[in-house]
């Protein structure tokens, strides 16, 4: 029950590891949030998700319904989740 749910290693190319008995909305959040936190901008963010076959179908409906909510635009825009920091 201590062993951590996530795993996330390695500056130059950081991934995310699901753990198998991670809950699936849990993925999903780790995976929306270490990628598209600081619009993704970030060096840390993931570059990569490990999901176990038998959790992906849980995961992926969720995922695919998640990232259809957010947008990315012009960074003045009130309804942007995303946008370029450099103009």
Do not use: C
Not at 29 to 46: L, M, Y
């Amino acid at each position: 029950r201590t062993f951590p749910r996530f795993i996330a290693q390695g500056p130059s190319n950081p991934f995310l590891f699901a753990h198998y008995s991670a809950d699936a909305s849990e993925v999903v959040a780790a995976i929306v949030q270490g990628a598209f936190k600081d619009a993704g901008q970030d060096p840390a963010a993931i570059r990569r998700a490990y999901v176990p076959k038998d959790m992906w179908g849980k995961v992926q409906p969720r995922l695919k319904e998640v990232l259809s909510r957010l947008s990315f635009g012009r960074p003045e825009q009130g309804d942007a989740t995303g946008g370029a920091v450099l103009n």
